[in-house]
């Protein structure tokens, strides 16, 4: 098991006061092969739910267990090591970047913790080529290069400290539809070609139908959903829910209330392109 969560709640303090983030949440995760999305409206507990998984929150309430670790710690367990187990890539990780050069970006991670400035470049060259950063670019300034490139550079940074789960807080948030899908792939890459568990936080429902194998759906702090893809969108709660279905979803919806085109989910557009041409026998 890779993290698991055993009634956990946690309350942030504002003014003296208490505000529930997320309640009584139970949740497995496996250390390798999962691809999960996490959903829900803002302010449902998302942030504060995956931010327990390398430790950067602590629960006030029940335990979080990564890798064997068991969260709140005792006072004499050192936790830091998680945030290398566990990496995370938070909205825009591009702000984050300060070194002069990308090469020396990338390398801070793995620098950070205690690696050789040997093993540190190796890990970095490598994260670098997994995210499409030419080695032409490395000595070139983190700021002088396209807000695309500039993420796959925060991306990289995290990868080079070879994290056991990949956690991406909407990763592709500002992105232009080519960088969009450019950076998808490069995470199901990694998912299918190292059997790397992923967690997506994201709002765009395209991307969970395309990607994800299982979903977590979040409202006001507790997980009112957990399950394949497949079974959310056929759920009978899921207007409850107040998600969107994907585009191809919605596509063959109206299909088939306005021409009485056979509905068959599809999850992705090539999927829904293969039907289509099926369908109409081209």
């Known amino acids: 098991m890779g993290i698991q969560f055993k009634n956990v709640g946690y309350a942030y303090k504002v003014f003296k006061k208490s505000y529930d983030a997320i ?36 629960p006030n309430e029940g335990n979080v267990i990564v890798f064997g670790q068991q969260l709140p ?10 945030r290398q187990k566990v990496g995370l890539v938070f909205q825009f990780p591009e702000y984050q970047l300060f070194e002069e050069t990308i ?7 793995p620098k950070n913790f205690k690696e050789t400035s040997s093993h540190a470049l190796e890990s970095a060259k490598r994260a670098a080529s ?3 950063i030419d ?18 550079v925060a991306v990289a940074g995290i990868l080079a400290m070879e ?10 948030r500002g992105l232009d539809p080519k960088g969009r899908n450019d950076l998808m792939e490069i995470f199901k890459e990694i998912h299918e070609k190292e059997n790397k568990t992923i967690i997506l936080i994201t709002h765009d429902m395209d991307l969970v139908s395309e990607y994800a194998k299982r979903v977590i759906v ?12 497949e079974d959310l ?39 829904l392109l293969a039907y289509l041409k099926e369908v109409n026998h081209e």
């Open 163 to 172: 994290p056991e789960i990949l956690v991406l807080d909407e990763p592709t």
């Open 233 to 271: 969108f056929t759920h009978p709660d899921f207007n409850l829910y107040h998600l969107d279905y994907p585009t191809p979803l919605k596509i063959l919806k109206h299909l088939e209330e306005t021409i009485g085109l056979p509905f068959e989910p599809k999850y992705d557009f090539s999927s």
């Open 103 to 109: 090469i020396k970006d990338i390398m801070f991670g």
């Open 23 to 58: 309640k009584n949440i139970n949740l497995n995760i496996e250390a390798q092969g999962e691809f999960i999305a996490i959903v829900g409206h803002t302010g449902s507990g998302k942030s504060t739910l995956v931010q327990h998984m390398n430790a950067l929150l602590l």
């Open 218 to 229: 979040l409202s006001e702090g507790h997980i009112v959903f957990d399950g394949k893809k």
């Open 135 to 152: 080695e032409s670019l490395y000595e070139q300034s983190p700021f002088r290069i396209s807000g695309g490139q500039m993420r796959r």
């Open 130 to 132: 997994i995210v499409g």
């Open 73 to 82: 710690p005792k006072k004499s367990e050192k936790i830091n090591y998680l």
